[in-house]
C-alpha cells in the first residue's frame, strides 16, 4: 500500500507522531510519499530514509492508496483539497486541541493496522463550490469542506449582505458576515455562531449570520441542490474565506454563488464509530468534564 503522509510540522507533538506513524507503516510493508518539503525535518531525524518517495502532494495524491494527515483540523481540511483532487480515502490523526474531524487520536495509532488491511468505512462528505465573479467576467473558483465565510474585514462598518436562493432575493442582513456551511462544517465556526449541528448524512447548506443587527436573524438551512448567490452593498471593506485557507477581497461590483460540488470527500471511519459518539466526545464531553 502506497501511503501519503501529510504532517503539520507547526504543531507540537507533531515530529514524535509523524515517526511513529512511519515506524508503524514501515512495518507494515507500506511505500510512504511525502512532501518535499518534509525531507530536511526527516533528515533530521531519521537515519534511514529508505521506503520514504518524497514527490509533490499533487503527482502524490494520484498515485496513492490513502491520505493521512497530522495535525488539526486545519491539516485535515488542506489535505481534503488533495483527497477529492486524487479521489482518495482520508484519514486524521490529531495532534491538535478539537481535531472534530479526526478519526485517530495519538494514542490510537494501531487503527492504521486496520485501514492497511482494509477494515474501514468511508463517510462521503459533501463540499461546496465557491465561485467569485469579478466585473470583467473573471472567476475565480474553490472547493470548501466546511464554510464559505463572507465577512467585514479590517474594521470596516457593518456589513450589508443581500441573500438570494436559486435567483430569488431570500433576505438582507446588516451583520459582520454570513457563514455558508456544509454538515461537515456545522460543527466548526458556524457551530460559534449559534447555527445547529447537522449530521453529515444529512445534505443540505446551512447560512448563519454573524453578529447580526436584528432580533429575528437565524441560520437557514436549504437543500443541498439550492444556489445561494450573495451580493453586498459598498459599505466597507469585505471577504470571502473558504475554509479559513484562502481569503479574497469582494468588491462592491462583484457576486459571491455558492452550491453543492460536483466532488465529494471520502472521509475514513471504522464500524464502530458514528457522528454522535465523535459529538458526544470531543464537542458536548469538553464541557461537562472540563
Avoid at 430569488?168 to 466548526?188: F, N, Q
Amino acid at each position: 500500500m502506497k501511503v501519503l503522509l501529510n504532517p503539520n510540522f507547526d504543531k507540537i507533538n507533531a515530529d514524535r507522531c509523524t515517526l511513529s506513524v512511519i515506524g508503524r507503516l514501515r512495518r507494515l510493508g507500506c511505500e510512504i510519499l511525502m512532501d518535499p518539503v518534509c525531507r530536511a525535518r526527516m533528515d533530521g531525524q531519521l537515519e534511514d530514509l529508505s521506503g520514504i518517495r518524497f514527490t509533490d502532494l499533487h503527482t502524490a495524491s494520484r498515485c496513492c492508496d490513502v491520505i493521512v494527515a497530522i495535525g488539526g483540523d486545519g491539516t485535515i481540511l488542506h489535505s481534503a483539497k488533495y483527497a477529492v483532487e486524487g479521489d482518495r480515502p482520508l484519514i486524521g490523526i490529531n495532534v491538535g486541541r478539537l481535531g472534530f474531524l479526526a478519526t485517530v487520536e495519538m494514542g490510537e495509532l494501531d487503527l492504521l493496522d486496520r485501514v492497511v488491511a482494509g477494515d474501514y468505512r468511508t463517510e462521503e462528505r459533501m463540499l461546496l463550490e465557491v465561485r467569485k465573479y469579478g466585473p470583467e467576467g473573471d472567476t475565480t473558483r474553490l472547493l470548501a469542506l466546511n464554510d464559505a465565510v463572507i465577512a467585514r474585514a479590517n474594521n470596516a462598518p457593518v456589513a450589508e449582505l443581500i441573500l438570494a436562493c436559486n435567483d430569488k432575493e431570500i433576505s438582507r442582513y446588516r451583520a459582520d458576515g454570513l457563514i455558508v456551511a456544509t454538515p461537515t462544517g456545522s460543527t466548526a465556526y458556524a457551530f460559534s455562531a449559534g447555527g445547529p449541528t447537522i449530521d453529515p448524512a444529512i445534505s443540505a447548506i446551512a447560512v448563519t449570520p454573524i453578529c447580526p443587527h436584528s432580533l429575528f436573524a437565524r441560520t437557514m438551512v436549504f437543500p443541498a441542490d439550492r444556489c445561494l448567490k450573495i451580493t453586498r452593498v459598498p459599505t466597507g471593506d469585505i471577504c470571502l474565506t473558504v475554509d479559513g485557507e484562502y481569503t479574497l477581497p469582494v468588491q462592491p461590483q462583484e457576486l459571491v454563488e455558492i452550491a453543492r460540488a460536483p466532488v465529494t470527500l471520502k472521509l475514513i471511519a471504522f464500524a464502530e464509530q458514528s457522528f454522535y459518539d465523535t459529538l458526544n466526545k470531543k464537542m458536548i464531553g469538553r464541557y461537562v468534564h472540563g
